[in-house]
């Protein structure tokens, strides 16, 4: 391709980001990011802004490249036809290629009583909500459903600064933990005087003014109700006509590129690679929104596009401000027995948080420097990929049990 070229980033959270900065690389490339708000989002930190100790918020100068256009608006539907996007603020955006980062929010709660009582905190302004809500009732219990990273941490969060917490969990606590980990977790929310919860019969069935109701009949009292348990994306593109899964993430190839357009790429939790999805996180997010933008590069330039190479560290979590825990894991996403807790595993969370923002700076700045996606996530998704296209082998039974599960805030 010659000629000037016009990319737009749909999401301006950890893979739209990187997207957007990574593509500034050319000079003959014009990069727009589309985000409804003006401010960049540090979502793994929306149990601090429940908690009062952080705003989760910063300005998008801080991890933005100059040389992006950011437009604060929300993106109606896509044209892919027409290479263009409405806008719900009015108006079409044309592009030669697109980048599809939406991201990942609150699940439509199906419980009764849940979408009227419950507060979500998948969002920013779901967290910006539910705090004044928490301030104007400070003596009042708490029930957080939902035991995967965002409610175990928002239930220490809130534990920590003098509520009394209840952790409900529909089923296991911390279900990506190791068995180890899970009784570090488990310790540390006792110490901090959290009610967990947990085991057959409780899951939630019915959320009401004076607290739940969990399967096996029990009522739980509580004043505050916060939901964590579950994650949705936006149906932008199941709107838009284009190919999705069974949540609405946009199905692509191993390239990230859209199995209906290949000037469309996707990134992050709204995309859902070859129909079997990463865990929603920013430890993916980030590389592959370097692989989406990428690609984009590599098809203005003729050149052969790379196939995905995702490795996973573990997960992190918070247990208050100065402890937690980092979870090992296999590169292909599976808990391991080895882990790190207390101040020294609080401190490495921290640390990712901090390093998190810092990886989006440099970008920013060099772009092209990021290289985390070219590290060898290893054959296991391959293997997954030919047992799941009906290529069975020794080795790809041996996997079919390694797919993770539970949520990843």
Known sequence: MTGHTDVVVIGGGYAGVMAANRLTQRDDVTVTLINPRPAFVERIRLHQLVGGSHDAVLGYGKVLCEGVRLVVDTVARIDAAGRSLVLEGGGTFGYDYLVYAVGSGSADPRVPGAAEFAH?????????????????????????????????????ELAESGRTVTLVCGGVLGPYLHARGRRSVAARLAALGVRVVDGPGSQVTEVTGAGVRLADGRELPGGVTVWTAGFGVP??????????????????????TSVDDERIVAAGDSAAPSDMALRMSCQAAMPMGAQAADAVLSRIAGERLSTLNQVFAGQCISLGRSTGIFQFSRRYDVAVWFHIDGRSGGRLKEFVCRNTVKHLAIEARKPGSYRLHRVSGGAKRRQLLRAVAGAPSAAAQDVSGDVPRGDGA
């Open 235 to 256: 149906d932008l593109a199941v709107r838009s006509g284009l190919s999705t899964d069974a949540v609405g993430r946009l199905v692509t190839d191993e390239t990230l």
């Open 120 to 156: 979500p905190v998948a969002s920013l302004e779901q967290a910006q909500r539910l705090r004044p809500v928490l301030d104007a009732s400070p003596a009042a219990a708490v029930t957080v459903v939902g035991a995967g990273p965002t409610g175990i941490e928002t239930a220490a």
